[in-house]
């Protein structure tokens, strides 16, 4: 292990142990890995609205949107997260729709908040 992937375990150890939160993150059917449809417990660092930039090229129409955004260790969830996930946060569900690894044992996985189809009902 380099001395650069020490030292980013090193402070990405404090940081979950203080920023994370209890996920539960279910790995799609249709994405066909062999924890389909079960239920993983995990810690996740969840930001609900995080801005993100959306660059269209030539600068004229750069957007910032706030997005739902989930960091996780790759490793705790033993499989590699994909669009079509499932998430829930503090009992609500989200779906992943993007997932960003950085290449070393994190990813950022961009999340839609489902709606509840009988609510208000």
Known sequence: MSTWSKMLTLLNRPCFNTFSV??????????????????????????????????????????????SVLEIRIADLGTNPMAGDDVSINGVPYRVLEVQPDGMGLAVLMLNRQQDPFAGL
């Open 22 to 67: 209890p996920v539960v993150y279910t790995p799609s059917l249709k994405n066909g890995t062999k924890l389909a449809g079960t239920p993983i417990n995990l810690m996740g660092i969840f930001d609900e609205k995080r801005e993100t930039i959306s660059l269209m090229g030539g600068g004229d129409m750069d957007a910032v949107i706030p997005r």
